[in-house]
């Protein structure tokens, strides 16, 4: 394999690897969110609607970790909350889920 070719399979560096965090209730509105990238779902309406998409991939899931629309979701339930962390697909779930352990524990 060519060293240019290999070179264009490599990403640019960025400072986005959290797009975005927020916390759902158990019927997946919103309390609260940050998008960190402004190109990732720059309307609210889009943010909504990648939320609810992916509360309604997760709510009944056993799983910490899920991949939706090209991105790494890293979540966590406390009750009647649900925390996510979303990362590009290119990023580690151990790397992301970093960042959602950081949310301190409610239970």
């Known amino acids: 394999m060519e060293l240019h070719s290999l070179c264009s399979l490599l990403q640019e560096p960025s400072l986005y690897t959290v ?20 190109e990732f779902y720059p309307s609210m309406k889009e943010q909504k609607n990648f939320e609810k998409n992916v509360f309604n991939k997760t709510h009944k899931a056993d799983n910490e970790i899920a991949f939706l ?39």
């Open 19 to 38: 797009k975005a965090v927020f916390i759902l209730d158990n019927d997946g509105n919103r309390l609260l969110s940050k998008y960190y990238d402004p």
């Open 69 to 107: 629309e090209g991105m790494t979701i890293v979540y966590k339930t406390s009750i009647d909350l649900f925390f996510y962390v979303v990362g590009s697909a290119q990023e580690n779930e151990v790397f992301t889920g970093q960042h959602g352990r950081s949310v301190p524990s409610c239970g």
